[in-house]
T-cell receptor, first 109, second 114 residues
Framework: DAKTTQPNSMESNEEEPVHLPCNHS???????IHWYRQLPSQGPEYVIH???SNVNNRMASLAIAEDRKSSTLILHRATLRDAAVYYCISRSGNTPLVFGKGTRLSVIA | SQTIHQWPATLVQPVGSPLSLECTVEGTSNPNLYWYRQAAGRGLQLLFYSVGIGQISSEVPQNLSASRPQDRQFILSSKKLLLSDSGFYLC?????????????FGPGTRLLVL
């Protein structure tokens, strides 16, 4: 899997948008970009994934750079329940997801 | 719909004792199955994965082993636990056919070795 780089931590105010960046400069043309998050004392849960085009779902949006070397997970309105560790993963082949350290998001009321 | 179960939810074991953690998936067939471990304050470490009955791939050398006796059952074992085996053990599955398949995690087992 291509290596991804994320900030260790970020902070957001409640009800404001959050942009979580991820660099994956060695990504290959067929690797998908996956985002998962892990709430305290729980297993990771799927957030969103994409290949080239921007993606939207009920949880978040994923903006992928044109050169695919970076992407941004967008939470449109952060809530206290969005406080979690967010993992950006580039998956090559039919291989297991390999998790890095992720970004710990704190949401301030 | 598919569901994934893990038990027990929590476990306290003495050093040197054996371990058996079980994971089962319902509502799907021939899933890829995974065991991860998360030590306190650390990231997720992939331990084992399986693409079919009796097929186990080990990612890191350790005193743990995994088995898949049935299509939707994945077991993590140890003959003698070490203090360093303490952690949060997570089982996961996915349909496993393409790179875009979502991976689904179970509720986890919190293991404390004393």
């Amino acid at each position: 899997d291509a290596k991804t780089t994320q900030p260790n931590s970020m902070e957001s105010n409640e009800e404001e948008p959050v942009h979580l960046p991820c660099n994956h400069s060695t990504i290959s043309g067929t690797d998908y970009i996956h985002w998962y998050r892990q709430l305290p004392s729980q297993g990771p849960e799927y957030v969103i994934h994409g290949l080239t085009s921007n993606v939207n779902n009920r949880m978040a949006s994923l903006a992928i750079a044109e050169d695919r070397k970076s992407s941004t997970l967008i939470l449109h309105r952060a809530t206290l329940r969005d406080a979690a560790v967010y993992y950006c993963i580039s998956r090559s082949g039919n291989t297991p997801l390999v998790f890095g350290k992720g970004t710990r998001l704190s949401v301030i009321a | 719909s598919q569901t994934i179960h893990q038990w027990p939810a929590t476990l306290v074991q003495p050093v040197g004792s054996p371990l058996s953690l079980e994971c089962t998936v319902e509502g799907t067939s021939n899933p890829n199955l995974y065991w991860y471990r998360q030590a306190a304050g650390r990231g997720l470490q992939l331990l084992f994965y399986s693409v079919g009955i009796g097929q186990i791939s080990s990612e890191v050398p350790q005193n743990l082993s995994a088995s898949r006796p049935q299509d939707r059952q994945f077991i993590l074992s140890s003959k003698k636990l070490l203090l360093s085996d303490s952690g949060f053990y997570l089982c996961a599955w996915n349909p496993g056919q393409t790179k875009k398949e979502t991976q689904y995690f179970g509720p986890g087992t919190r293991l404390l070795v004393l």
